[in-house]
């Protein structure tokens, strides 16, 4: 079971019901892709705009710019991607993934530049950000395709692919 904490604090694009939907939909579609959709954890959302993001890059990251989404895992993975014992938090027996930030005034306007719905754009950010709580990247040669397969599978599995 996963159990989402979304908050929208922005109010510059329509944070609809089928975009909340989508984005759970992309966080468990993840997990079912790493087979850990038995495991009982908590994600935590912000949708904010293009200002809201970039300030918490910058305070994050040293970062003065928006970006499109933000992840911030709580659990460390070893290089074979097994969770590191101790590293999480637990809130009860839910194990804390980590936080995922979303600009939905970027994701609206990445949506038109790519000509796709705004609902694929949502549950792409929300499966990249995802893998990324899951310990995975997309820095170095090696980790690129790998993460890019992921994100094509779970785009696939949920019906959003690349139009």
Partial sequence: ???????????????TPELENVL??????????LDCADTD???????????????????QRGID???????FPIVE?????????????YDGDLLLLGDIVISLERAKAQAEEYGH????EVGFLAAHSALHL??????????????????KAVMEKMNLPRE
């Fill in 1 to 15: 079971m996963i159990e989402f904490i979304i908050e929208n604090e922005q109010d510059k694009a329509d944070f």
């Fill in 24 to 33: 759970q939909r992309a966080v468990m579609t993840v997990m079912e892709t």
């Fill in 41 to 59: 954890c908590e994600v935590s959302v912000l949708i904010t705009d293009d200002e809201g993001i970039r300030a918490i890059n910058l305070a």
């Fill in 65 to 71: 710019a928006p970006t499109d989404v933000l992840s």
């Fill in 77 to 89: 993975f070893d290089d074979d991607g097994v969770m590191i014992e101790d590293s999480g938090d």
């Fill in 117 to 120: 719905s705004l609902k694929r």
């Fill in 134 to 151: 899951m310990g995975f990247d997309h820095q170095g040669e090696e980790d690129t395709p790998v993460m890019r397969g992921l994100e």
